[in-house]
């Protein structure tokens, strides 16, 4: 069998935030700069494909290919940790602190913004010809994306806020489940697929991705959007990351844990060796003390 089942994928979720957290600062920010780059590099690549095809589902189905090559490769996102390495903490793992876990979000952080500026100022020269000419549709539509999702937001006040914060919660809820899909399968293919779901549906909602976001939004102002850095602080970056974290770790991390994590079957001995049935099952599950 080559899926795991949720008991034991929680234990999988703990043991990577376990395992995030003690990484050292070294390999902590090398992955998080990886992991960024090929997810914006994707997310140039979906713009592309949408912007050339006048079909965003293309670009949206096509989007999660930097997300799998990211996870395949052991690379990490900000959204990732904020769902698994505070269950490592409620675990009680040994030494996993919230000082630790604040650590590792910290370096996370760094990381993830310097491969995605990297890829920006990359992106920007690859879409004007190092800056020598105008940029090309594509550039232009990258530097739209900045404008609508900053003074766009600021234009409808307090409303506008609420829905960028409903929004980044929703993302890193899809996100962070393809996080943990990457743990459900022992399979390639099975870990390809299971993260393709929820990756796709985010891009093609407009959910708001703080990650993606540290490209989109510097690669926009150096490709003519008429937006600040503050407008992408105050009315983007800053909401964003607090709805990820808030979407990922409460939807996705602790709803697992509560409920696979802090569930556990009984283990009274099985009777005649039948496999028990799902009705079975819920009779034998029982809450631990």
């Given amino acids: 069998m080559t899926h795991v089942k949720p008991a034991d994928l929680v234990t999988r979720m703990i043991d990577a935030g376990e395992a995030k957290v003690h990484l050292s600062t070294r390999d902590t920010l090398i992955r998080a700069f990886m992991g ?23 670009g949206a189905i096509l989007f999660p290919v930097g ?3 990211l996870y395949l490769l052991g690379f990490d996102l900000l959204t990732g940790v904020f769902t ?15 000082g630790a876990v604040l650590r590792n979000w910290g370096l996370v952080f760094v990381g993830n ?29 990258i530097g739209e994306i900045g404008e609508g999702r ?13 829905t960028l914060f ?13 996080v943990v899909f990457a743990m459900v399968s022992t399979s390639v293919i099975g870990k390809v697929v299971a993260m393709w779901m929820p990756i796709m549906l985010f891009f093609y909602m407009g959910f708001e991705h703080s990650i993606v976001n540290m490209f989109l939004f510097p690669s926009g102002l150096m490709l003519g959007g008429d937006f600040t850095i ?25 709803a697992m844990y509560a409920t696979h994590g802090r ?10 060796g039948v496999e028990p049935t799902p009705e079975r099952e819920r009779e034998l599950v029982r809450p631990t003390r």
């Fill in 36 to 58: 960024a780059a090929l997810l914006t590099i994707a997310a140039a690549f979906a713009v592309t494909v949408s912007t050339q095809t006048g079909e965003p589902l293309v």
């Fill in 67 to 69: 997300f799998v090559m």
């Fill in 84 to 98: 698994l390495a505070p269950l490592a903490w409620l675990a009680k793992r040994p030494g996993v602190t919230v």
């Fill in 113 to 141: 913004l310097a491969g995605a500026i990297m890829v920006a100022v990359l992106m920007a020269i690859y879409f004007t010809y190092g800056f020598s000419t105008e940029p090309s549709a594509v550039g232009q539509a």
């Fill in 150 to 162: 900053t003074v766009g937001y600021a234009d409808h006040g307090a409303a506008g806020m609420l």
């Fill in 166 to 178: 409903v929004r980044g919660v929703l993302c890193n809820w899809m996100v962070s489940t393809g």
């Fill in 230 to 254: 503050m407008d992408y602080l105050v009315w983007n970056e800053i909401p964003t990351v607090i709805g990820n974290l808030v979407g990922g770790l409460l939807f996705v991390g602790l």
């Fill in 263 to 272: 569930t556990a079957p009984s283990r009274r001995p099985a009777t005649l």
